[in-house]
T-cell receptor
Framework: GAVVSQHPSRVICKSGTSVKIECRSL??????MFWYRQFPKQSLMLMAT?????????EQGVEKDKFLINHASLTLSTLTVTSAHPEDSSFYIC????????????????FGPGTRLTVL | KQEVTQIPAALSVPEGENLVLNCSFT??????LQWFRQDPGKGLTSLLL?????REQTSGRLNASLDKSSGRSTLYIAASQPGDSATYLC??????????FGEGTQLTVNP
């Protein structure tokens, strides 16, 4: 149980185009979803947190107009990289949590397999 | 702001050795702590989740301990195998289910 999928797994696009990445919880309802970015040989950095039906909360330094997050249902969140540039090339990973916070065991985050974005 | 440090940054050992990976965190007000494994170019595989009320968790050859008050966690790998080669990440949970990741320990187990 607790499987999270991401689509696509890999995408190559031209500079200036927009790219949408989907994150789905397959066998549970995710109240909260998280988006992370990982540059080569670095750790995961949280970009934003989204709760179903409300606006995402972005981390300091993350441009909300560039990285659009939509959490329209309890099983789907999307990240759209708008007007992508080569510096946006990275590994994007989502995770999903059943809970909305509070520190109980059910707040565990379940991770997707990641999406490799390359912007030419 | 939570900061997580993992030591060593890299480790290369011969097969069969017992290993200790260290993780320290600055904010001891954590709920749970999770250890992950990441293979090159891949996503995360959860290894162990230790709840704040626990001191350790075991799964097969892996044992993780947690000392909240001192801000430390240790991952012990027994009888290491080449298949254990990967980057190991430590991540404590703080309020709002927020995870903060360390830089990881890159492990290479040589046959």
């Amino acid at each position: 149980g607790a499987v999270v999928s991401q689509h696509p797994s890999r995408v190559i696009c031209k500079s200036g185009t927009s790219v949408k990445i989907e994150c789905r919880s397959l066998d549970f309802q995710a109240t909260t979803m998280f988006w992370y970015r990982q540059f080569p040989k670095q750790s995961l950095m949280l970009m934003a947190t989204s709760n179903e039906g409300s606006k995402a909360t972005y981390e300091q330094g993350v441009e909300k107009d560039k990285f659009l997050i939509n959490h329209a249902s309890l099983t789907l969140s999307t990240l759209t990289v708008t007007s992508a540039h080569p510096e946006d090339s990275s590994f994007y990973i989502c995770s999903a949590s059943i809970g909305s916070g509070g520190g109980l065991g059910w707040d565990t985050q379940y991770f997707g397999p990641g999406t490799r974005l390359t912007v030419l | 702001k939570q900061e997580v440090t993992q030591i060593p940054a890299a480790l290369s050992v011969p097969e069969g050795e017992n290993l200790v990976l260290n993780c320290s965190f600055t904010d001891s007000a954590i709920y749970n702590l999770q250890w992950f494994r990441q293979d090159p170019g891949k996503g995360l595989t959860s290894l162990l989740l230790i709840q704040s009320s626990q001191r350790e968790q075991t799964s097969g050859r892996l044992n993780a301990s947690l000392d909240k008050s001192s801000g430390r966690s240790t991952l012990y790998i027994a009888a290491s195998q080449p298949g254990d080669s990967a980057t190991y990440l430590c991540a404590p949970y703080t309020s709002g289910s927020r995870l903060t990741f360390g830089e990881g320990t890159q492990l290479t187990v040589n046959p």
